[in-house]
Structures are given as C-alpha cells and as structure tokens.
C-alpha cells in the first residue's frame, strides 16, 4: 500500500494566528513530499517540494516565510501557515514519493478557513 | 511551461452509457502521464502511471491510453460509485502539472 495521512483534517483559526498541518506517509518512506493547494473547482497548484533533511523548494510567487516547511524524517513533513489571513483560507494537500517510482500518494487534505 | 487541459470539464451519464475523458497536453520531456480520481472533500487518488506512446493500463471498469499528444481515460459501463472528479496530470523535469479535471456523475 501507499499510504498518506494529513492531520488535522480541518481547522479554523483566527486573523493572524499559526496553523501547523502534518503529512505522514505510514507505510512507506517517502524521500520527497509535496504540498499543494486546491482552490474550488480548480487545479492542485504545487506550493513547494521538500525532500527529507534539506530545505524545501518553494515554487515561484510562494512565499517561503509564510509557509514554513519542515522535513524532519522520511515519514512526516509539516507546513505552517504562519499569521494566517483569510486570503490563505483553502484546501491544502500534501503528497509523498517512494524512493522508486514517480507516482506521488496524496493525503486527504486540509481544509483550512481563516476568519 | 507544461500545460494540461481537460475536457470536457463535466460529464453527465446513465449507469451502463460507456463514455471517454481527454486529456491534452504539452510538456518539455514527459516522464510519465498520471491519472487520479478525486472525490469531493478529499485527495486524490492515484489510477494509472503511463510513460510512453501507444502505452494502455486497466483497472477494472477503467482503461487509460496514451498517443503523443494526449491521454484518453474510458469508462466502460460505469456505476454510480464512479462519480468523481478525475485528473490528468504530466510530470516533465521534476514536478506534476494537473489538469482542472472532468466532473463525471453517473445516475443510476
């Protein structure tokens, strides 16, 4: 099997407050993990690609001191959304990839409403 | 810059009516064609990996294709559990680009 859990599954929090969301692979290890987020009706939109132990890689116009990612071992990485505003309210999904293969297996989101 | 598009962007069908979704796509170098199915509220789940042309992979009442240009998933005579959104997404030097998938209801 493959698979991802994300945690929690939903949040809400107020105007410029943190919020720290968990993406575990559990049964797998996963050398690289991704995030994205999912706006209704759209497309996943990458936010940023973390491989274990080094920094992650943030894709163009994401800020990186907004949305802080950590990597800590092959089986959880975190994205905190720090000073949340409502313009950050959305779904976010974390995903993760074997050390072989190029399949990414995704969690089951987070959907985070920032008031 | 690796596109995909979709279409259509949403598909009605009866219990049993054998339809196929498309998937165009444009990629600097593809290294694989993937599809995933996405229900409401949750993430997706992986389908099929195709890497080259000609390539075909089945699951059940699903089988994806791939020419050089496009990937068709066809649903043969689907269920109502197959309502879900589906995603086409291409993976060129390193990332996935999705597509903004097909809604498929099917009514029993």
């Known amino acids: 099997g493959a698979v991802v859990s994300q945690h929690p599954s939903w949040v809400i929090c107020k105007s410029g407050t943190s919020v720290k969301i968990e993406c575990r692979s559990l049964d797998f290890q996963a050398t690289t993990m991704f995030w994205y987020r999912q706006f209704p009706k759209q497309s996943l939109m990458l936010m940023a690609t973390?491989?274990?132990?080094?920094?992650?890689?943030?894709e163009q116009g994401v800020e990186k001191d907004k949305f802080l990612i950590n990597h800590a071992s092959l089986t959880l990485s975190t994205l905190t959304v720090t000073s949340a505003h409502p313009e950050d309210s959305s779904f976010y999904i974390c995903?993760?990839?074997?050390?072989?293969?190029?399949?990414?297996?995704f969690g089951p989101g987070t959907r985070l409403t920032v008031l | 810059e690796d596109q995909v598009t979709q279409s259509p962007e949403a598909l009605r069908l009866q219990e049993g009516e054998s339809s196929s979704l498309n998937c165009s796509y444009t990629v600097s170098g593809l290294r694989g064609l993937f599809w995933y199915r996405q229900d409401p509220g949750k993430g997706p789940e992986f389908l099929f990996t195709l890497y080259s042309a000609g390539e075909e992979k089945e699951k059940e009442r699903l089988k994806a294709t791939l020419t050089k240009k496009e990937s068709f998933l066809h649903i043969t005579a689907p269920k109502p559990e197959d309502s879900a959104t589906y995603l086409c997404a291409v993976m060129g030097y390193s990332t996935l680009t999705f597509g903004k998938g097909t809604m498929l209801l099917v009514s029993p």
């Open positions: 995903s993760a990839r074997k050390y072989s293969g190029d399949e990414q297996f």
């Open positions: 973390s491989n274990e132990g080094s920094k992650a890689t943030y």
